[in-house]
């Protein structure tokens, strides 16, 4: 099917479109199907891919408390003690953060991280376990992620010891990736189209050919949110677990600080992009 370039002189309004019919025109938003692009809807772009090989975290040895306890042993005379020591793990644990990059475009915009291109870096954990030793628990985990310090990218390292010594690690072949809302660039406000033979701008930069974009999508694979979605305080991004019914999502748990929320929310539903 043929594209059609739809422009209106006294809106501004510039459209992209497979059928081109005045009501999609004017209406966008209720005729999504034949529209390529349209200057009234927003528009996420990508605007960095960072590949990191591998990130290190060290070893941490696991805390434990000594006590002994001495009593009288009797013996030959009924004299003489005897000790015995019992060990108490102690909890140790700590946040360490890890430069990777520095972000490009603005602070607010989604990010998202992958490890292995698919096992998105969200509190992931890379270590865990747990058993008993004389009488007592002992556990550790070590959790991943990427948020950002600042416009610092950082790979976030949460870790947890209950008496557990936490093996060096690393995690490899990560990728991240930076959207921005694209909503203008350096053009003048009167300008709405640059056409050269090597770029097409359109809407004040909102179209760019120069420029990598992304579209909705009715199930995943990711949702984000075109906010602040990315920061070391969180320690990841806001995530969604979408309900899906018959390949339409309803609504969705959104997971905050590594913690899913008990209940769904029924808010605007985020973006589900495919990179």
């Known amino acids: 099917m043929s594209r059609r370039l739809m422009a209106d002189g006294k809106t501004g309004k510039v459209a992209i479109m497979r059928e081109g019919s005045r009501d999609a025109f004017e209406n966008p938003k209720d005729n999504l199907t034949k529209i390529h692009f349209h200057s009234d809807l927003d528009y996420l772009g990508i ?53 990777v990059g520095d972000v490009v475009g603005d602070l607010d915009g989604p990010m998202l991280g992958f490890r292995d291109n698919v096992m998105p ?20 985990w070590r959790n991943v992620s990427i948020g950002l310090d600042g416009s610092r990218i950082v790979v976030k390292e949460t870790w947890y010891s209950l008496g557990v010594d936490l093996p060096a690690q690393s995690i490899n072949n990560i990728k991240i990736v930076k959207f921005n809302m694209m909503v203008g660039a350096n053009l003048p406000a009167s300008q709405t189209l640059l056409i050269t033979p090597t770029q097409f701008i359109a809407s004040k930069g909102k179209l760019n050919s120069a420029n990598r974009y992304v579209q ?34 309803q609504n969705a748990y959104m997971e905050e600080n590594g913690y899913q929320s008990d209940t769904p929310f029924y808010a605007k539903l985020p973006i589900g992009i495919s990179v």
């Open 216 to 249: 909705r999508s009715t199930v995943g694979p990711y949702w984000v949110y075109s906010g602040r979605t990315m920061n070391s305080e969180n320690g990841g991004g806001r995530w969604v677990y979408p309900i899906v019914n018959n390949g339409v999502v």
């Open 47 to 99: 605007v960095q891919q960072l590949n990191i090989d591998s990130v290190a975290f060290p070893a941490r040895t696991g805390a434990i408390r000594t006590v002994e306890v001495k009593s009288k042993s009797g013996g030959f005379f009924g004299k003489g003690t005897k000790t015995k020591r019992y060990h108490y793990p102690m909890v140790t644990s700590g946040i360490n953060y890890y430069y």
């Open 121 to 140: 870096l969200t509190l992931t954990p890379i270590f865990q376990t747990t058993y008993l030793k004389d009488g007592n628990t002992y556990c550790g």
